[in-house]
Structures are given as structure tokens and as C-alpha cells.
């Protein structure tokens, strides 16, 4: 079974991250952080800090290369 986590930040539903082998793959939900979607981070708080930062900034500051 899958294991999905909400992305939530400011009250606003930007997606989930969803646990596979590789990491946490990020299903985007708000079009602010499609450019996250289909993405892969090796922790959860890397999928949650990179969707907050593409929220509240309209770009990844400092952020590692997306793994698709």
C-alpha cells in the first residue's frame, strides 16, 4: 500500500508526496508548484521545505536538482 503525505502550507492544499523506493515523489496539486510535480526527494521534509519555497517565493532558493 502507498503512503502519502499533505503538502500544506498557509493553509492552501499545494500537493502530496508520495513514498516509493527512491524517496518521496511529489504530486502536485496548486499550479504555484507544478514545476515540483513528478519530482523525487530523498526525505519528506526535502519534498514539504522545496514546495513551501516555490509557494511563498515563485522559485527554489539554494534548492538541489530535481530528480525525476
Known sequence: MLQSHVI????AFLGA???NESGFRFVAIDLRVEQLDGSVW?????AKRLASQLYRHGRLL??????Q
Open 8 to 11: 500544506e502550507v498557509d493553509g
Open 17 to 19: 508526496a508520495v513514498r
Open 42 to 46: 530523498p526525505t519528506l521534509a526535502d
Open 62 to 67: 539554494n534548492a538541489p536538482a530535481v530528480r
